[in-house]
């Protein structure tokens, strides 16, 4: 009778909470960078009034491409720790 918590006593890495952290840090420091001054406030808050329906699109669809490769980069990751 094996017990599984003896089995590998090496800690996992959690890939995704990792690469998830490092989003999080990045999306605060990209708001702060703009919130801290009312120039650059001003020139997001034009950028996204002129955008328009395939702007948005755009935009879009690049936040679901980026979501998508962090997913396959981290199932990849997480196939190599299960291969190791």
Do not use: C, E, K
């Amino acid at each position: 009778m094996s017990n599984d918590l003896t089995a590998d006593p090496r800690p996992h890495v959690r890939a995704g909470s990792i690469a998830w952290g490092l989003i999080v840090i990045v999306a605060a420091s990209a708001v702060l960078w703009v919130a801290y001054d009312p120039a650059r406030r001003a020139a997001v808050t034009d950028w996204v009034l002129s955008l328009t329906a395939g702007g948005f699109v755009l935009v879009g669809v690049l936040v679901l491409g980026g979501i998508l490769l962090l997913a396959g980069i981290l199932a990849a990751i997480r196939r190599a720790q299960r291969r190791s």
